[in-house]
């Protein structure tokens, strides 16, 4: 099967911001280097964690 046929890859290596977003919501569709980039925003942001799950949380309400 050629590249174009299994259609785009992931590189898992590098951060993607739906993932991270994943993750700091407590998911399970994300890779080490979204997890580490979630630390690292937790490191510097602390609340990051709930400010992104009151995120969701707005959202759902609409």
Request: hydrophobic share 30%; net charge negative.
């Amino acid at each position: 099967m050629s590249e174009q046929e299994q259609g785009p890859s992931i590189d898992t290596s590098v951060t993607h911001p739906a993932r991270r977003y994943d993750y700091l919501l407590g998911g399970t569709t994300n890779f080490p280097a979204d997890r580490e980039s979630g630390e690292r925003l937790i490191a510097t942001f602390p609340t990051m964690r709930v400010a992104v799950q009151e995120n969701r949380a707005s959202c759902a309400e609409r």
